[in-house]
């Protein structure tokens, strides 16, 4: 395992500062996001989106890394990505599928030939990648074997990234959507982060090689009752205290849903808490795009202006992950 390697772009991509622009909505993700802007999801639309976003002037200021998916890379956007002084990577599980005799379950795939594509995307130049699994909440959710079994993925992506000199993004992302209170969507997190790094110890993942990538604990997106910033703040640092090893070096959030608002002013009340073990930044898709997409509205005459709106809003996600906002 190249451990220098791996130890050095886990720093670089949460160095303070900075985060990771998640670009790596899948095919029909990335169809839904144009559908709001009643654009064709076309290969020559997904790609022109994608370069403005990776050519905005100065965006690496607030952008380490940028995730990408298998058609983009093959685009030969890595190339752009590292040109304007970002790390590419890809994600490489290939989507949560519903869980056979568990309904509202679903489990992860993507490991079958995953050693071989990993050498593919080495050459494409990617240096880190993303693996994400789902927690669903319900009555009498998450299922023990369910969690289980994703969190076994996750082991399995992590160590073979690793011995391919990949730095692994493990993702496990439970729900923000529904009706529940912050306290179920805690404890739904905490057991959902337990299982995952028991996992990721028996399978041998080297800890400050890697990051993970999780949600913040917060109230569900369609609850009247919405717990405020520095409650979100709280549960959060509540459960990665317990669970989450020091020798992690950052904890990336995504978005999941929330507004590009919501989620800076929740990363800016983290980080006011003063200094943590690991460091709280971001790896946002939907918060950090959302705002630009609508300006862009696929027409090239309004490509400056979402640029425009892509910065700022990027300068401001950055601000929050140091706690300056
Ligand atoms: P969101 O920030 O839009 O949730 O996307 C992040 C991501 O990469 C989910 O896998």
Redesign the pocket.
């Known amino acids: 395992m190249q451990i220098a390697k791996l130890v050095k772009v886990a720093r670089q991509l949460c160095q303070p500062g900075k985060g990771?622009l998640?670009a790596?909505?899948s095919s029909g993700t990335i169809a839904k996001r144009f559908k709001q802007i009643n654009l064709p999801s076309t290969e020559s639309n997904r790609k022109s989106w994608r370069e403005l976003l990776f050519t905005t002037r100065g965006i690496s200021q607030f952008i380490s890394g940028v995730?990408l998916y298998d058609e983009t890379i093959r685009q030969g956007l890595g190339q752009v990505i590292k040109k304007n002084g970002m790390i590419p990577g890809i994600?490489v599980d290939t989507g949560a599928k519903p869980m056979a005799g568990f309904p509202g379950e679903t489990v992860t795939e993507g490991l079958d030939g995953l050693r071989e594509r990993l050498a593919e995307y080495v050459k494409l130049g990617a240096q880190f990648t993303?693996w994400?699994a789902v927690t669903n909440l319900g009555k009498g959710l998450p299922t023990k074997p369910v969690l289980e079994a994703n969190a076994q993925a996750l082991a399995r992506f992590a160590v073979l990234s690793q011995e391919a000199g990949l730095v692994p993004i493990v993702?496990p992302?439970t729900l923000m959507e529904g009706q529940h209170d912050i306290q179920t969507h805690a404890r739904a997190t905490k057991k959902t982060l337990i299982t995952v790094f028991d996992q990721l110890k028996q399978f041998r993942v080297y800890l400050p090689g890697m990051l993970l990538?999780t949600?913040l604990v917060a109230s569900g997106l369609a609850a009247t009752k919405q717990a405020d910033s520095s409650a979100v703040a709280k549960a959060t640092l509540a459960v990665f205290k317990a669970v989450v090893p020091q020798t992690v070096p950052g904890i990336m959030?995504?978005?999941?849903?929330?507004s590009p608002e919501a989620?800076t002013v929740n990363l800016d009340a983290i980080n006011k808490v003063g200094r943590q073990p690991w460091q709280l930044s971001?790896?946002?898709?939907?918060?950090?795009?959302?705002e630009a997409l609508e300006i862009w509205n696929g027409q090239s005459k309004n490509k400056p202006a979402a640029q425009q709106a892509f910065y700022q809003r990027a300068q401001k996600i950055a601000w929050a992950r140091q706690g300056r906002l």
């Open positions: 990771i998640a790596d909505e995730i994600k993303k994400r993702e992302e990538k949600n959030f995504l978005s999941g849903g929330m989620s971001f790896s946002y898709g939907r918060a950090l795009q959302g």
